[in-house]
Nanobody, 128 residues
Framework: VQLQASGGGLVQAGESLRLSCAAS????????MGWFRQAPGKEREFVTV????????FYANSVRGRFTISRDNAKNTLYLQMNNLKPEDTAVYYC??????????????????????WGQGTQVTVSS
């Protein structure tokens, strides 16, 4: 499966962005999906994950209540709605397919090594 992330940009603190991740080569409904982000000089970190059906989601503490992950399996697209953005949200955001059977285990779902296919990333920059 190929993933193409888009929607990043430069915004001011408090504003919103919506990222998209379009899949091709295989139906997105085959996968649980996640978003990660990587700031300069830092390791890639977990942001959020969603189950195949979209019925279950988990978030990193730093984004809970501000970010919302969703998916439209009919359109083969994953989304990340980001509200009330902060300068510390500045990073390259990546979508990825989760290789495990379920997303219930926190240790697995937040582990970058448990994700198989990755998009190319989209830059989000939040100015103060």
């Amino acid at each position: 499966v190929q993933l193409q992330a888009s929607g990043g940009g430069l915004v001011q603190a408090g504003e919103s962005l919506r990222l998209s991740c379009a899949a091709s080569g295989r139906t997105l409904s085959s996968y649980h999906m996640g978003w990660f982000r990587q700031a300069p000089g830092k390791e890639r970190e977990f942001v959020t994950v969603i189950s195949q059906s979209g019925g279950t989601t988990f978030y990193a503490n730093s984004v809970r209540g501000r970010f919302t992950i969703s998916r439209d399996n009919a359109k083969n697209t994953l989304y990340l709605q980001m509200n009330n953005l902060k300068p510390e949200d500045t990073a390259v955001y990546y979508c990825a397919t989760y290789r495990e059977g379920n997303i219930l285990a926190k240790r697995n779902r937040e582990n970058v090594d448990k994700y198989e296919y990755w998009g190319q990333g989209t830059q989000v920059t939040v100015s103060s």
